[in-house]
């Protein structure tokens, strides 16, 4: 039951759910998904440790940068299927395929230009 409350309260946030999607398939420095959601670096911080928490992304650190990015194959099965049904459901979504084309201009970046910003 708490794996599910965690996750449900994750997923119940349009932020959130921007940034799962835009993890999907790539790994994204947190510089990056701030220029994308142009929020605070605090908000996107509470963000990435609510999704954390539910287990959804995994993190990598290398150097001064934390990498993001969905959880593998060795998440539990109701976090893969939380994953998929939220990708599957909203992957034609405009604002979606808005994110999806900045983030293309984003990763043109060197994210050590996005950090100092």
Same mark, same amino acid.
């Given at each position: 039951?708490?794996?599910?409350? +965690?996750?449900? *309260? @994750? =997923?119940? #946030? /349009?932020?959130?759910? $921007?940034?799962?999607? @835009?993890?999907?398939?790539? &790994? ?6 701030? &220029?994308?959601?142009?929020? @605070? !670096?605090? +908000?996107?911080? *509470? ?10 992304? #995994? +993190? ?6 934390? %990498? %993001? $990015? =969905?959880?593998?194959?060795?998440? !539990?099965?109701?976090?893969?299927? @939380? ?10 979504? $405009?604002?979606?395929? &808005?994110?999806?084309?900045?983030? *293309? ?5 060197? !994210? /050590?230009? =996005?950090?100092?910003?």
């Amino acid at each position: 039951m708490f794996d599910f409350i +965690t996750i449900t *309260k @994750a =997923l119940a #946030e /349009e932020n959130r759910i $921007r940034i799962l999607l @835009a993890l999907d398939g790539r &790994e994204l420095c947190v510089c990056q998904i701030i &220029e994308l959601l142009q929020l @605070a !670096p605090s +908000t996107v911080s *509470k963000h990435m440790s609510i999704l954390k928490q539910a287990r959804l992304v #995994e +993190t990598r650190k290398d150097g001064r940068w934390i %990498y %993001y $990015r =969905l959880t593998g194959d060795q998440a !539990p099965s109701a976090v893969k299927g @939380a994953i998929a049904w939220v990708c599957n459901c909203l992957s034609k979504d $405009r604002g979606i395929q &808005e994110d999806a084309r900045q983030l *293309k201009q984003i990763l043109k970046l060197d !994210p /050590e230009v =996005l950090c100092r910003r």
